[in-house]
């Protein structure tokens, strides 16, 4: 695979994560709606489902195919699409935060 091609999946990995993201944000703001008459009990054990298979989605994301390059002896790639994958994140991440204050 060509660099520009793994900086390319990068991005798109970093955008799935960043529309995960997005979505579990709206579902949590918006669940005093679905869980209003709930037994806390409940709403406990949701919130920490949601977190696991939150966590489980975006390390999938984030580390599961450069884990699977790395196995398959494609180490240098392997190193250059997690990082890729990284600095897109962090470059989103930095976009939200800027246009946050800009917008205040």
């Keep these: 695979m060509t660099k520009t091609k793994i900086i390319i999946y990068g991005l798109v990995h970093a955008f799935a994560v960043s529309v995960y993201t997005f979505a579990v944000v709206l579902l949590m703001s918006n669940s005093e709606r679905f869980l209003n008459n709930a037994y806390p009990e409940i709403q406990g054990i949701l919130?920490?489902?949601?977190?696991?298979?939150?966590?489980?989605?975006?390390?999938?994301?984030?580390?599961?195919?450069?884990?699977?390059?790395?196995?398959?002896?494609?180490?240098?790639?392997?190193?250059?699409?997690?990082?890729?994958?990284?600095l897109w994140m962090m470059f989103i991440f930095l976009g939200f935060f800027v246009f946050t204050f800009l917008s205040l």
């Design 47 to 86: 919130m920490l489902m949601l977190f696991v298979i939150s966590a489980s989605i975006t390390g999938s994301l984030v580390v599961g195919r450069p884990v699977v390059m790395y196995l398959n002896g494609d180490k240098k790639n392997a190193f250059l699409f997690f990082v890729s994958i990284v």
